[in-house]
Nanobody, 124 residues
Framework: QVQLVESGGGLVQAGGSLRLSCAAS????????MGWFRQDPGKEREFVAS????????LYADSVKGRFTISRDNAKNTVYLLMNSLKPEDKAVYYC?????????????????WGQGTQVTVSS
């Protein structure tokens, strides 16, 4: 079992940056691909980015390509999401998730463990 805790959310002006962190418990962090998703009230949960177990393969939603960067530090059991050039439409609760079976996926149902989320608000 994996427990995930997100942090780093907050309020930022459009054009600004935030770095989200997701700390994982356990000894097998490197066995999981990791993903970031986001959800605003009334909307479907949306894929943001994923990273493979070794960090060599990353995937991004078209809406964040060139602005967001996912990374991981397996020694620290932590995955990060650096968000640059933030836009008001990036406002959402951001969730990290761990994927046992796959190497990173766009699909929420492929993930086995989820964090509680951290709020990101972007003011215009």
């Amino acid at each position: 079992q994996v427990q995930l805790v997100e942090s780093g959310g907050g309020l930022v002006q459009a054009g600004g940056s935030l770095r989200l962190s997701c700390a994982a418990s356990g000894r097998t962090f490197s066995s999981y691909a990791m993903g970031w998703f986001r959800q605003d009230p009334g909307k479907e949960r949306e894929f943001v980015a994923s990273i493979s177990r070794s960090g060599g393969i990353t995937l991004y939603a078209d809406s964040v390509k060139g602005r967001f960067t996912i990374s991981r530090d397996n020694a620290k059991n932590t995955v990060y999401l650096l968000m640059n050039s933030l836009k008001p439409e990036d406002k959402a609760v951001y969730y990290c998730a761990a994927d046992i079976k796959y190497s990173g996926s766009y699909y929420p149902h492929h993930y086995d463990y989820w964090g509680q989320g951290t709020q990101v608000t972007v003011s215009s």
